[in-house]
């Protein structure tokens, strides 16, 4: 019962860094989460052990827990991850779609669309991460889907820091040229097109964008 409620916690703190509710920098006391998700501070601490394990939350000694933020180096090499597994991910999945994952690659990208069309950024930027995630979701491969989970997670706060506006809408369509060339069975052309997107959201990063600010109350309000 206690890991499961760790893992729920894990859970709802990654939902609220990846959607861009929780930022760089925010320090997250235990007794406020334990107070907000109505658990004792061993259980808030052990789930940001886990988030500590996965480089979301950075701890210091005396200090507490704190998100991450991760350098500009860190930035550039979490990209450089990314193209390694999703290119390959990419050129898989284009070999095997089947009417049924593509359905459900249109729809999530239709709420994509929704949500960054009714201003709903956090949302939106969520759901542009978990594209990447549910394309190793369809293909049944769990390990690579953590995998990346971890790695979206880490990419949603490198944006959140110095993504440049407007580059999430651009996203979006480029998420929906992919998945046209993907339903093509165009195993080149969806590798090229994920590769330009990659490259895409990364040339978008302003390296001297000032950082924002940060409320964690205002952050888990919806988790």
Known sequence: MQTSTTSLIARAL??????????PGTKLAEQKLADHFGVSRTLVRQ???????????RLE???????AAPTVEEARQVF??????ELEMTRAFARQATPAQLRALREHIAREKAALEGDDTAAGIGLLGE??????ELMGNEVLAQLLRDLISRSSLITLMYQRAGAARHSQQEHVQIVR???????????????QHL?????????????PGHDIAQALAAA
């Open 14 to 23: 990654t939902q609220a860094i990846a959607g861009h509710r929780l930022q």
């Open 47 to 57: 789930a940001l052990h886990q988030l500590a394990q996965r480089r979301l939350v």
């Open 61 to 67: 000694p005396a200090r507490g827990a704190f998100v």
């Open 80 to 85: 450089a991850v990314r193209r390694m597994l």
């Open 131 to 136: 594209f990447h995630v549910r394309i190793a």
């Open 181 to 195: 060339a993907l339903a093509a069975h165009d195993e080149a052309r969806a590798v090229l097109l994920m590769q």
């Open 199 to 211: 490259d895409n959201v990364e040339a978008s990063l302003a390296f001297d964008r000032p950082l």
